[in-house]
């Protein structure tokens, strides 16, 4: 590429780092000092672009290089000559890491990649981009980078310290070339559940599952110790093998780390749990979740309230209430009066219609398959509370997109260590009038339909919709 400058030199001229590294010769840089280009002129398209671009930047602007070259380099530009070519990128379009959700000043777990291509949509190598932000507080590790050979460059990108949306910006930085502008989103509060999926989690579900965390992330506010795991850790037999968890010497989970993997039989509905607890609660700090594709697929647009119901047990719900539940099936036997009596849950519940209840208070289920008494609250009171059992008894999933996170559920994980704001809590009443702590049967609230021969059921809402297609073991 040949291109030809005449250009005369001011006394504050600065120059973009790209364009004096295309220029520079071993032994012309100068002691520091800056010079303003007052002219510009060439024979050359590109060459225009260069130099009106750096001469156009205000001094200062952030990224831009200062690198001072004497006058007399700069005059030996003047007329024409050959320079190396420059890669040039028509586009820059974003790879991954955009609309993550991250506290405030906190680092995304995710690095942003951005691609550079040409005019012919092929990749740019070796085109420096640079990486910015006018959010007060953020910091871009690193600022500037070259790109490889798929024309790809990854920054990570720590969160300024005001809550909403944030944008960074990358950037060509000495051309007027295109830019990619990459949104994430810095939460109020600073509580963060980690997600680290397997590879086969799907793009649409990933979504499903992270904006259940972030409903639990909206309600339990307060950040926790950040454990160091200076040995690092593997994941043990009873983690299921799940690789996600496995953390390399001198990692830190900060709060909770989640592991989701898809599991190898495809029909295999879930299994979830611990892998490593705090000492003191809240407890929850490695978590699984494994899961199979057939009931991922199935659970359609119920998915993210089912994770939440999910994600809502491995952080503590029901599992880690020890001795603040009271007659618990589990010691006393089917259709015991299980409560769990704390009273900012109990003043939340009378407040959402439960005054009326003349039981023990907070109830919880007593009855139906072992594996949901004593960790739900009770269906037949609070069917649409989003941790009321998640199956019906005959083992249908219940339809979750309608169904609340109340402060009844916000006090009871206040209750087990968590800080909250329970203002973030979804607005709730009880689905019936309650008038009497009589027992009730069983009422899953749904009919369903199925085909015995390949063992599906369709699920429907109380108005007769589909809500959700099941295939049962
Ligand atoms: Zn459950």
Same mark, same amino acid.
């Given at each position: 590429?040949?291109?030809?400058?005449?250009?005369?030199?001011?006394?504050?001229?600065?120059?973009?780092?790209?364009?004096?590294?295309?220029?520079?010769?071993?032994?012309?840089?100068?002691?520091?000092?800056?010079?303003?280009?007052?002219?510009?002129? &060439?024979?050359?398209?590109?060459?225009?672009?260069?130099? &009106?671009?750096?001469?156009?930047?205000?001094?200062?602007?952030?990224?831009?290089?200062?690198?001072?070259?004497?006058?007399?380099?700069?005059?030996?530009?003047?007329?024409?000559?050959?320079?190396?070519?420059?890669?040039?990128?028509?586009?820059?379009?974003?790879?991954?890491?955009?609309?993550?959700?991250?506290?405030? =000043?906190?680092?995304?777990?995710?690095?942003?990649?951005?691609?550079?291509?040409?005019?012919?949509?092929?990749?740019?190598?070796?085109?420096?981009?640079?990486?910015? &932000?006018?959010?007060?507080?953020?910091?871009?590790?690193?600022?500037?980078?070259? !790109?490889?050979?798929?024309?790809?460059?990854?920054?990570?990108?720590?969160? =300024?310290?005001?809550?909403?949306?944030?944008?960074?910006?990358?950037?060509?930085?000495?051309?007027?070339?295109?830019?990619?502008?990459?949104?994430? !989103?810095?939460?109020?509060?600073?509580?963060?559940?980690?997600?680290?999926?397997?590879?086969?989690?799907?793009?649409?579900?990933?979504?499903?599952?992270?904006?259940?965390?972030?409903?639990?992330?909206?309600?339990?506010?307060?950040?926790?110790?950040?454990?160091?795991? @200076?040995?690092?850790?593997?994941?043990?037999?009873?983690?299921?093998?799940?690789?996600?968890?496995?953390?390399?010497?001198?990692?830190?989970?900060?709060?909770?780390?989640?592991?989701?993997?898809?599991?190898?039989?495809?029909?295999?509905?879930?299994?979830?749990?611990?892998?490593?607890?705090?000492?003191? @609660?809240?407890?929850?700090?490695?978590?699984?979740? &494994?899961?199979?594709?057939?009931?991922?697929?199935? !659970?359609?647009?119920?998915?993210?309230?089912?994770?939440?119901?999910?994600?809502?047990?491995?952080?503590?719900? =029901?599992?880690?209430?020890?001795?603040?539940?009271?007659?618990?099936?589990?010691?006393?036997?089917?259709?015991?009066?299980?409560?769990?009596?704390?009273?900012?849950?109990?003043?939340?519940?009378?407040?959402?219609?439960?005054?009326?209840?003349?039981?023990?208070?907070?109830?919880?289920?007593?009855?139906?398959?072992?594996?949901?008494?004593?960790?739900?609250?009770?269906?037949?009171?609070?069917?649409?509370?989003?941790?009321?059992?998640?199956?019906?008894?005959?083992?249908?999933?219940?339809?979750?997109?309608?169904?609340?996170?109340?402060?009844?559920?916000?006090?009871?994980?206040?209750?087990?260590?968590?800080?909250?704001?329970?203002?973030?809590?979804?607005?709730?009443?009880?689905?019936?009038?309650?008038?009497?702590?009589?027992? !009730?049967?069983?009422?899953?609230?749904?009919?369903?339909?199925?085909?015995?021969?390949?063992?599906?059921?369709?699920?429907?809402?109380?108005?007769?919709?589909?809500?959700?297609?099941?295939?049962?073991?």
């Amino acid at each position: 590429m040949v291109v030809c400058y005449r250009f005369a030199i001011g006394a504050d001229t600065r120059l973009s780092s790209s364009f004096s590294k295309a220029f520079r010769k071993p032994g012309t840089i100068a002691p520091p000092s800056v010079y303003k280009i007052s002219s510009v002129s &060439s024979c050359h398209s590109d060459g225009i672009s260069v130099m &009106s671009r750096s001469a156009r930047q205000p001094m200062g602007h952030p990224g831009s290089l200062v690198t001072p070259l004497t006058a007399g380099v700069l005059l030996a530009l003047a007329g024409c000559v050959t320079s190396p070519d420059l890669p040039e990128a028509a586009v820059i379009e974003i790879v991954s890491g955009e609309d993550q959700i991250q506290g405030r =000043g906190r680092v995304l777990h995710e690095p942003v990649v951005v691609r550079a291509l040409d005019e012919a949509g092929l990749p740019v190598a070796g085109l420096r981009l640079r990486f910015s &932000s006018f959010d007060p507080g953020t910091v871009v590790d690193p600022q500037s980078v070259t !790109t490889d050979s798929l024309g790809q460059a990854a920054v990570s990108w720590t969160l =300024g310290h005001v809550a909403g949306t944030q944008t960074l910006t990358a950037s060509v930085p000495t051309r007027r070339g295109p830019i990619a502008e990459v949104t994430a !989103t810095a939460r109020p509060g600073d509580f963060d559940i980690h997600i680290v999926f397997d590879n086969a989690v799907a793009v649409e579900h990933r979504t499903a599952i992270r904006n259940a965390a972030e409903r639990w992330s909206a309600v339990l506010v307060g950040d926790l110790p950040d454990r160091v795991f @200076e040995r690092g850790f593997v994941p043990a037999y009873h983690c299921q093998g799940v690789e996600e968890l496995a953390i390399p010497p001198g990692g830190v989970v900060d709060d909770v780390r989640l592991g989701v993997r898809i599991e190898r039989d495809r029909d295999l509905a879930y299994r979830l749990g611990h892998c490593a607890r705090r000492e003191t @609660e809240p407890l929850t700090m490695l978590a699984f979740w &494994s899961v199979g594709a057939g009931i991922l697929d199935a !659970t359609g647009a119920d998915l993210e309230g089912w994770t939440t119901h999910l994600i809502g047990h491995l952080l503590g719900f =029901g599992w880690a209430w020890g001795d603040r539940r009271r007659n618990a099936v589990r010691d006393e036997g089917l259709g015991a009066d299980t409560h769990f009596p704390h009273p900012a849950a109990v003043a939340a519940f009378d407040a959402a219609g439960g005054a009326a209840w003349t039981g023990s208070k907070v109830p919880v289920q007593n009855h139906g398959p072992q594996w949901l008494v004593d960790v739900h609250w009770r269906e037949s009171l609070m069917s649409n509370e989003i941790m009321s059992p998640d199956y019906t008894e005959d083992l249908q999933l219940k339809p979750f997109r309608e169904m609340s996170l109340s402060a009844i559920t916000v006090q009871a994980m206040a209750a087990i260590g968590y800080e909250v704001d329970v203002s973030e809590a979804d607005a709730y009443t009880l689905p019936t009038p309650v008038v009497a702590a009589e027992p !009730t049967a069983w009422r899953p609230g749904f009919r369903r339909w199925g085909d015995p021969e390949n063992r599906t059921v369709a699920i429907f809402d109380a108005s007769g919709r589909v809500v959700s297609v099941t295939r049962r073991r």
